[in-house]
């Protein structure tokens, strides 16, 4: 009878409100899997997960609380999975999931989240807020709901291969420009040579340096990479707008260029979401394991220190500080790896209070620094990160994510603290015994 109510239910929303809606709640039905069901069961309402999230902490609005944003899924669980819901649905009492409501939440499951995982960590009873804003956002896209920025950017990465349009005649100039300037020879379309190299398209436009620093260092450590024509590009919008389709699709193009090249191993970007968007979700997405391995940037380097590759001299004698991508450090254990390189070229090194798994996010990721309409609420969150900066006072500050690095550098300057920003592997460069 259930089942029938449904498919009634769902008939009267095709019709009354398209076709969008229909397939963004079939879409969170989808979704509803066991630990989600759990996960909603187990909330206790304690609130901290409110005190883990610098969008709610920096605005002091409760909408921001990281449970909330989840209203339009557990309206769902409540109503179509529950003794008791099912129950309320039978007498009239359930509010339905309508478009009205979708896209109301639309701005705090986009605007106000950057899938950090801080609040997720600490929850008392172990509930993956980050996990469920994810499978939300698939909801949501199914429904047509989402910002116009990660829209764009989702069908430019289809078009292009890349979210911002670039193709490889623009990373082609860069690496002629990287050659002139080095005087050393960026391999592409190699085979059978050691690593694929992936970049992102904001390394690309906003830091070129990065492109050289592997080339110098890998010529260094004698290390066989090679760039790929048919794909470069590490981002994935898919993961970031919540359409494991579009994810999907974006892994395979990096899969099939890794299996054309017969390498053995893919190196991704200083760029938190795409190593975990190829390292850990991708192998789930396309159904099947890689014949290859995944490795971030500072892995890789961190490699090369451990076997004696990195010949490095001088030491950086300013007060540095470090901050640690959500992606790579909460999510993927990459923590104490940056530290080690790190302690290699400085003498004054100073952690921030909190960081590794328990850093504060700078407010850009999960798809929230393409979204121009959260512009002013990412700089709020981002006060978070400013008050830890400020308390270490460091010269300048290390990160190892594109995305982290422009956050901090805009904003450093919104608030007007006057400190360079820099990515570590290119400090590492600078420090290579010629």
């Known amino acids: 009878m259930n089942e029938l109510i449904l498919d009634d239910r769902t008939a009267v929303q095709e019709t009354s409100q398209g076709l969008s809606l229909a397939r963004g709640l079939a879409a969170l039905r989808a979704e509803m899997d066991a630990p989600i069901a759990a996960f909603f069961a187990s909330c206790v309402h304690c609130g901290l997960c409110a005190q883990a999230c610098p969008f709610y902490l920096e605005t002091g609005n409760p909408k921001y609380t ?10 769902i669980w409540e109503s179509e999975f529950t003794l008791w819901g099912r129950v309320k649905s039978w007498l009239g009492l359930t509010q339905l999931v309508t ?29 993956d807020i980050a996990y469920m804003i994810r499978k939300t956002r698939e909801g ?55 690593y694929m190299v992936l970049l992102s398209s ?11 620093a592997i080339t ?38 990096v899969v099939a260029a890794a299996e054309k090249l017969k390498v053995s191993k893919v190196i991704s970007p200083e760029c938190g979401h795409a190593y975990t968007a190829i390292r850990w979700e991708g192998p789930n997405l396309i159904g099947r394991p890689y014949p290859f391995k995944v490795f971030h940037i500072i892995e890789v380097l961190d490699e090369l220190r451990a076997t004696g590759r990195l010949r490095l001299e001088g030491k950086e004698t300013d007060r540095l500080s470090l901050h640690d991508p959500c992606n790579l450090a909460r999510k993927s254990g990459v923590i104490q790896q940056q530290r080690r ?15 590794g798994r328990y850093q504060w996010c700078c407010g850009a990721g999960g798809g929230v620094s393409s979204n121009e ?55 590492i460069a600078e420090h290579l015994v010629d």
Request: charged share 25%; hydrophobic share 40%; aromatic share 6%.
């Open 66 to 75: 990281p449970i909330h944003k989840l209203e339009p899924l557990r309206q």
């Open 99 to 127: 478009d009205e409501l979708l896209a109301k939440w639309e701005e705090l499951l986009y605007d106000s989240c950057t899938m950090c995982g801080r609040c997720s960590l600490v929850c008392p009873v172990g509930n």
């Open 140 to 194: 949501m896209v199914q429904a047509g709901h989402a910002p116009d920025g990660l829209i764009a950017a989702a069908s430019r990465a289809i078009r292009t291969g890349s979210p911002m349009g670039l193709q490889w005649k623009t990373l082609e100039v860069q690496v002629r420009h990287v050659e002139a300037s080095s005087g050393l020879k960026v391999p592409i379309d190699q085979e059978g040579v050691e």
């Open 202 to 212: 904001m390394e690309v436009i906003n830091f070129p340096e990065y492109l050289e």
């Open 216 to 253: 110098r260092i890998f010529a260094h450590a004698g290390i066989s990479w090679t760039l790929s024509t048919q794909c470069f590009e590490a981002t994935n919008a898919g993961v970031q707008i919540g359409s494991s389709d579009i994810a999907r699709a974006l892994v395979e193009r």
């Open 341 to 355: 390189l790190v302690d290699l070229v400085t003498e004054q090194f100073v952690d921030l209070k909190e960081h």
């Open 373 to 427: 309409r959260a512009e002013e609420l990412r700089l709020k969150a981002f006060k978070r990160k400013k008050a830890q900066i400020e308390e270490v006072a460091p010269a300048r500050m290390v990160t190892m994510c594109a995305t982290c690095r422009t956050q901090l550098e805009e904003g450093i300057e919104t608030y007007n603290l006057n400190i360079p920003v820099v990515g570590l592997t290119e400090l």
